[in-house]
């Protein structure tokens, strides 16, 4: 099953909670808490794991290889720096010696008792990386008996890991690391995210959501006491996890700078996490020092804000570029056919992309990979089932798109997110060269079935990770596709990016507001018939990108020349209702995912209100629907 993913802010504010939480605690300050903050992560870890294997994101090596890619290289890059620092500089590290069996357990996220007699690797805050590389591992193990009872099988597993370690010896590493409650932690995320959308938690009003939020993470502040962690720190993190997921909607809305500032703090949290102490210490033992400033709570501030500034510029300038740079390096693995990418991993076509990447080094930060905070939001599976849901405006909208994009004949011309292949044929009926790349590999099989061979050229790959060159086509265009991204600014910057000087750059995404006709009867209907269904359609609907002025907004902010933003249309035509409704049935698109989740009553009465719809007083039979969506269009400035 292949997704379009998109970014959970409410996770991404808690991590940015936990990151600073510990940070805080590192510079010794009254009122000393923060230890919490590690726990926090645990039951977020527990929750976004089981949210990805729910959305089908690859086998059990894809998993681990993509876990792997994004803990390892910063991780090995900051152990790798305290080793040579405590090898020239011993005075400067304290306790931490540079020891190479230690750094090869460390390295390898073994559990060991250093010199010092403490169960700790050469980097001190890594010891946490230990627990999560584990239950990693055992994610894989249960991944390859398949998806079923996931979360049943990882607590039995988790349980039983617990019960091993009382086997051993106490005050062994296989005791106090194994025979440890941080274990149930990650049970205690995988059963948040089996019960965040019970219908009674959606009827908590907003800002007592947020008040209980807050109240478990006083409570945590408070009563911190490790001997009774689970119960202390655990339980309190749960619920604030679970409250935190009921403000999604809220939080959406807010769209403010602050909010984004968070979020970023968020992205950058595991950057932070491991660099927060080196900053702090820089800070205390130099700075202040040399200074003569004296230790008190405006240092310990700003400490803190020193923590984050220099967690978001190692996130910018170094894990983004090394966790680019190692996935890179694990597509052109693949390329050679030495790594199986594991059962429901992208293949193919994938690797003609990564052989034509240029080396991601020289491409500085300038792609987010996709975190595993990210939550599924777009169903990408069946394509002749996409056909009867969407295609049918779809091939209407796309020569309508080409002619606002401006297209020439024999201009090179990407399509970006192309689906099934109706903006790549209409780019190529204009008497361009056309290449349509999506991420899903069962749509693009198929456009490339029903496109005849010599016309275009079609490439599976991700959109915030494109596998062309910088300046390679006259044109980038998508459509329907960027307001589906889980960052479409940094999709709009590949765009930039892989288009000449003085090209053009075109974007459609769907007007949510008032001009989704044949989808708003559904939602419309959904919202008051279901608390789950108000809160999707609300969510979209609060998209700014399907705004005026919102697509036009994101390509100011991108730098782009001379913007036109303006409303283009396609009619969407039904035989019948059948006809119309059997189109969310195919449970492709988010709307279609919704419908076919919905228990058979639900279904049939949100089936009778949104027939009436249809028929408003009117014999069944044919409609026509005329849907607007936003186009925008804008020039790279040579």
Same mark, same amino acid.
């Given at each position: ?11 991404? /504010? ?91 357990? *460390? ?129 309190? $993190? ?64 700003? *400490? ?111 399509? /970006? ?10 780019? *190529?009926? !204009? ?8 991420? *899903? ?8 079935? /029903? ?26 265009? $998508? ?9 479409? !600014? ?70 782009? !020349? ?65 849907? $607007? ?10």
């Amino acid at each position: 099953m292949t997704h379009a993913l998109e970014q959970v802010y409410s996770i991404q /504010i808690l991590r940015a909670v936990a990151a600073s939480t510990v940070a805080w605690l590192h510079t010794w300050t009254a009122p000393l808490f923060g230890l919490f903050g590690v726990d926090l992560f645990f039951v977020i870890s527990g929750f976004v794991m089981c949210m990805v294997v729910d959305h089908g994101r690859g086998g059990p090596v894809a998993f681990l290889v993509d876990r792997l890619t994004r803990i390892v290289p910063l991780y090995w890059a900051v152990t790798t720096m305290v080793v040579l620092v405590a090898w020239r500089l011993p005075s400067v590290m304290g306790s931490t010696v540079a020891d190479l069996v230690n750094y090869v357990q *460390s390295l390898l996220f073994i559990p060991h008792f250093r010199d010092d007699g403490q169960l700790f690797p050469v980097l001190m805050v890594g010891w946490s990386l230990n627990f999560e590389m584990l239950f990693y591992v055992l994610i894989g193990l249960v991944l390859a008996f398949g998806t079923s009872h996931f979360a049943g099988l990882m607590t039995v597993a988790l349980v039983s890991l617990y019960a091993i370690g009382a086997l051993f010896d106490k005050q062994t590493v296989g005791h106090e690391f194994l025979h440890n409650t941080l274990w149930f932690e990650f049970v205690l995320g995988m059963a948040c995210f089996h019960v965040y959308r019970h219908p009674v938690l959606a009827q908590i009003p907003k800002p007592l959501a947020l008040v209980l939020a807050g109240a478990c993470y006083l409570a945590m502040v408070g009563c911190e006491n490790m001997a009774d962690r689970i119960w202390v720190a655990g339980v309190p $993190s749960f619920f604030m996890l679970l409250f935190a997921l009921q403000l999604e909607v809220p939080i959406r809305r807010a769209g403010s700078l602050m909010l984004r500032f968070i979020v970023h703090v968020g992205d950058s949290s595991y950057a932070t996490y491991l660099s927060h102490m080196f900053v702090i210490g820089f800070l205390e033992r130099v700075v202040y020092v040399r200074l003569g400033i004296a230790e008190n709570y405006a240092t310990s501030l700003f *400490s803190l804000a020193c923590c984050l500034a220099a967690g978001s510029l190692i996130y910018r300038l170094v894990d983004r570029p090394f966790v680019r740079s190692a996935r890179w390096m694990v597509k052109r693995f693949r390329a050679s056919g030495a790594l199986s990418a594991g059962p429901g991993a992208v293949r193919g076509p994938m690797v003609r992309g990564a052989l034509k990447r240029q080396n991601p080094a020289s491409l500085g930060h300038r792609v987010k990979p996709l975190e595993e905070g990210e939550m599924s939001t777009f169903v990408a599976t069946d394509p002749a089932a996409y056909e009867a849901y969407v295609g049918r405006g779809s091939q209407r909208l796309a020569p309508v798109f080409v002619r606002f994009a401006g297209v020439s004949d024999h201009e090179k011309v990407l399509d /970006i997110g192309c689906g099934t292949g109706h903006l790549t044929r209409a780019i *190529s009926a !204009a008497h361009a060269r056309a290449t349509g790349i999506d991420l *899903s590999s069962p749509y693009v099989e198929f456009a490339r079935r /029903i496109t005849a061979p010599e016309e275009v050229t079609f490439d599976v790959g991700d959109a915030l990770d494109l596998p062309y060159q910088d300046g390679e086509f006259d044109r980038a265009l $998508s459509m329907l596709a960027l307001d589906v991204l889980p960052d479409p !600014a940094q999709g709009l910057r590949e765009m930039r990016r892989v288009t000449r000087k003085a090209g053009t750059v075109a974007v459609v995404v769907n007007n949510f507001r008032c001009g989704w006709t044949p989808f708003s009867l559904v939602w419309d209907a959904a919202a008051v018939l279901d608390a789950d269904g108000a809160a999707m359609r609300d969510e979209m609907v609060c998209k700014p990108l399907g705004w005026p002025g919102g697509l036009a907004g994101l390509f100011d902010e991108a730098g782009f !020349a001379d913007v036109v933003q303006e409303q283009i249309g396609a009619v969407f035509d039904y035989q019948s209702f059948e006809d119309y409704w059997s189109t969310f049935l195919t449970g492709q698109g988010k709307t279609g995912s919704y419908v076919t989740q919905l228990q058979t009553p639900k279904r049939d009465e949100l089936r009778r209100h949104v027939r009436a719809a249809y028929l408003s007083g009117m014999s069944d039979g044919p409609r026509s629907f005329t849907t $607007s969506f936003w186009a925008a269009r804008g020039m790279i400035s040579t």
